[in-house]
């Protein structure tokens, strides 16, 4: 929590995974986690422990925000659908100098 509270969030990582993996119950150390990955624009796996900590604490508004902000951000990342047609009809053009 040290290294979280410094902003230090890269360096977080790790002590909050084993807080998490030692107490499968401290979803504080959960969430913490899940905001270290959003903070480093790592959305996918921001998400996808926030829905895993979700599932031990639901009423807590700091999961809950993650979970329902982070979704939006990993589905704009998709390019499997529609997304991946919709972005050729983009044309770029350069003034001329």
């Known amino acids: ?8 969030y890269a360096a977080a ?9 030692l107490d ?3 979803w504080q150390a959960g ?3 899940a905001q270290c990955y ?3 624009h790592r959305y996918e796996e921001a998400y996808e422990i926030a829905k895993v900590w ?3 604490n639901p009423s807590d508004p700091t999961l809950q ?3 329902y902000t982070l979704e939006h951000q990993v589905r704009g990342n998709r390019k499997d659908g529609w997304e ?3 972005h050729l009809a983009h044309e770029v053009t350069f003034s001329q100098e």
Do not use: H, S
């Open 1 to 8: 929590m040290c290294y979280f509270r410094k902003n230090e």
């Open 13 to 21: 990582i790790d002590p909050l995974r084993r807080a998490c993996t």
């Open 24 to 26: 499968p119950k401290c």
């Open 31 to 33: 969430a913490r986690l």
């Open 38 to 40: 959003d903070r480093l």
């Open 54 to 56: 979700q599932r031990v």
């Open 65 to 67: 925000g993650l979970v």
């Open 84 to 86: 991946r047609t919709q």
